[in-house]
Every structure is written in C-alpha cells, then in structure tokens.
C-alpha cells in the first residue's frame, strides 16, 4: 500500500490565513470601539468558524491526502482558504479598503472621489494611525497565503495527473546505490541510520542553489540531530564543483551526464527561468551571488554551464529502508523544500517508529 504524504504547503496555507483571520479580528474589534460600530465585531466573530472550518478540513487532508475523501476536503480548503482571508480579507479589506483608500487619501485625490469609491460610514477616512496600520498589515499573511495556495495546488494537480517516466512518490522503492562524492568520499543511499534529503540542483555556481544550500547550512547542527543525512547533486563535473562547493558540510556529488537526473525524471525546462514566480527569486539571488563574488568569497558560475541552464529542482526524503517517504519535483528555479518543511517531513516517519516500539511496552 503506497505511503500518502500530505504537501507541506497546505501547513503553510493554514498558518498564514489564520494570521491573516487574527488580524482582521483585531482589526475590526479596535475599529468597532473606536468608531462605536457594532457591525465591525460582528465580523471579528466571522473569523472564528472560518478558521474552524480551515482546520477540519486540514485535517481530513492530512489525514488521508491520497484518499477521495482527502482530496475533496484539500480542495474544500483552497476554495475557503481564497475566498475569505486571501481575497475577502487580504485582497479587499486590506489592500482596497485600506492600501488603495490610503493612497488615494495622501495622494491628494479629490473628495468627491474618495466618497464615491469609500463611502461613509461603511468607510472612515484615515485619521487613526493604529486602525490605518493594522488594516494594511492583513495584505501580508494574505499574500503569503496565496502564494503557498498556489505551491499547494500543484501539489495537487502533480498528485492527481499522470507521473513523469522515472519520477519518484511516496512508497516508491529507491534502489541502494554506492556513491562518490566531490571529495573522494564513498557513501551509500538509503543510509541503513539515517533518513536521507536527497535533493537535485542545477549546474556548479548557480545563484539560487548557492542562496538555498547557505539556509541547510546554517541548520546544519538542526538537520543532523533530527537524523537527517543531507545530500546534494549536480549536474556539473566533479572538478568544476569542488570550486564552489569546498565549504559546504554535507556530501555534494556530480553527475555531469545526468544519469541519475534522466532516471528519476529530474526535468530541465525554460519554465525554470520563465515562471514567473522564479523571478523575484532570481534577482534576489544574483544580487547576493554578486555581491559574494566582489568579495571574494565566491567564484562566477561558468558562462556556458554544463547541462544548460534549464535544470529543475528535485528533493527526495528516502528512509532507512529506501523507502521514499516524500517526494518533489519543482517547476521553477526556486521550487524546493525549505529546512522547515524537511525537518517536518522527516518527523513523522521517526515518530511512527517510535510509537511502534513505545507499543508492547504499554500492553498489559
């Protein structure tokens, strides 16, 4: 029976639309005192079966992601989760009501204007700096929410459509293989210990892996003690990726011809740069990829890199048994795993085991 490993996307969903309920809730309770309008607390106790409905549905997801039952509640979810904090909240309430109506307001726009489009009382003109303030702050979370709305979705499109050749899921089997790192060093996969983050990058130097693998870095000591055995691919030569990779703490081995790539369907695509939720990403990454050069504390990828500069992003979490506990497969530059959702996903299969060993122990 395949493992069914719900997308750590929806967890994302779910923190940042309540964020963003919480602070309508406050919002509109601080606005309902200060201009004595009842109908502003009516609406903060809107946000509490909202959020309540969020977390049933989350649950039957969760719970049973694969399941018809699952998938109906993971698209109940995204359906309310849009409706009321990403558009309804974040969208209206924050960015129109409040964003908009404040530009508008300082921007010298005239008082006809600022009647017909924010009409009394439904609406007050700027004059609390605390009201004004935390009616813009729900355009945050709710943009946020949006964003993982949209990873969280193709998640479910790519559980639901036809699976790449070669392409990895959850309870798929990962054949034992003997590698080699850029050092020298031998190691095995799966790891009889340890579960292993198996994850694909693109060519040596590249901006936005190097900018990813600096954030595994500095949780190093956190992924090691949760059991965790990092190791990352390339496809680029072992010579040209020991320039760029000498500092790293965990295993960095090469694959200059893609041969595992082209076996586990690690893709390459123009839509790695193209999307456009790769881009932001992209010019965050050079400008600090650029900045590391002109120190010298890093060198320029090549110009022409090995395996083109279409690659895709892939992370597999394969356990001791080469098991494969989760599986993604990216479809920008940008798209992968963060350490958050790593150590999440590698907790629930040590937390199984130790409920399975903790069990004769408390029988009768």
């Known amino acids: 029976m395949r493992n069914e490993t719900p997308s750590p996307h929806a967890r994302t969903v779910f923190v940042q639309a309540v964020a963003t309920l919480a602070l309508t809730a406050a919002h509109h309770v601080y606005g309902g005192i200060i201009y004595q309008s009842h109908w502003r607390l009516h609406g903060a106790v809107l946000v509490v079966p909202i959020g309540a409905v969020l977390y049933a549905l989350l649950r039957v997801y969760r719970k049973r992601p694969s399941a018809r039952a699952g998938r109906i509640a993971a698209l109940a979810f995204t359906a309310v989760a849009v409706v009321f904090p990403i558009v309804t909240t974040g969208l209206f309430e924050g960015f129109y009501n409040h964003v908009l109506k404040n530009l508008f307001f300082f921007g010298g726009a005239s008082h006809d204007l600022l009647m017909r489009m924010f009409p009394p009382p439904t609406y007050e003109m700027p004059n609390d700096a605390i009201f004004e303030v935390s009616g813009i702050a729900q355009v945050v979370p709710a943009f946020f929410a949006a964003i993982a709305a949209v990873r969280f979705v193709g998640d479910l499109v790519r559980a639901g459509g036809p699976r790449t050749p070669g392409q990895l899921q959850p309870g798929d089997h990962f054949d034992r293989r003997h590698l080699v790192t850029v050092r020298g060093e031998r190691i095995v996969v799966p790891d009889e210990r340890r579960i292993v983050h198996l994850q694909f990058r693109r060519f040596a130097g590249c901006p936005v892996c190097n900018l990813h693998l600096r954030s595994i870095v500095r949780r190093h000591d956190e992924i090691v003690a949760a059991g965790i055995h990092e190791v990352v691919f390339f496809h680029s030569s072992a010579d040209d990726l020991r320039e760029h990779t000498s500092a790293l703490p965990f295993h960095v081995v ?12 690690v893709e390459s695509s123009p839509r790695a740069m193209l999307d456009p939720r790769a881009w932001i990403p992209i010019v965050r990454a050079v400008l600090v990829g650029a900045i590391a050069i002109l120190r010298g504390r890093a060198k320029p990828p090549a110009a022409n890199p090995h395996g083109g500069r279409y690659g895709l ?12 506990l989760a599986a993604h497969y990216g479809e920008h530059v940008d798209d992968q795993w963060s350490v958050d959702e790593v150590l999440e996903l590698a907790a629930r299969p040590v937390m199984r085991r130790a409920e399975t060993t903790l069990r004769p122990a408390e029988a009768p």
């Open 313 to 324: 992003p892939a992370d597999l979490l394969i356990d001791t048994d080469g098991r494969v």
């Open 254 to 265: 090469a694959d200059p011809d893609k041969h595992l790539y082209d076996e586990l369907g």
